[in-house]
């Protein structure tokens, strides 16, 4: 079974390869890690408010929250399957 720190290590997988040379990478690793702090900042609050909201509004007796979160990992799940099993070699 996967953990949150294995998926974690297949981003920055990615996000290694997506540099364009190795100049840019610590560049791109920083942009990398300023874009998953912000959204790990986030994503608990907007799940938290869309609990709140579901239960204030009896959006499927309060359960509107687990639906929206299915779909979006759903919707996330088939945006990941195009991406590359490995890495393309560098040309620096």
Request: proline share 7%; glycine share 8%; with cysteine.
């Amino acid at each position: 079974m996967l953990t949150i720190f294995d998926v974690i290590g297949c981003i920055f997988m990615f996000v290694t390869t997506a540099a364009p040379n190795r100049r840019s990478l610590g560049t791109t690793n920083g942009v990398a890690q300023v874009v998953a702090a912000l959204l790990r900042a986030v994503g608990p609050a907007s799940a938290t408010s869309l609990f709140a909201l579901s239960l204030e509004h009896n959006w499927l007796g309060g359960g509107a929250v687990y639906v929206v979160l299915i779909l979006l990992a759903c919707v996330l799940w088939l945006v990941a399957i195009p991406l590359p099993y490995e890495p393309w070699p560098r040309s620096d």
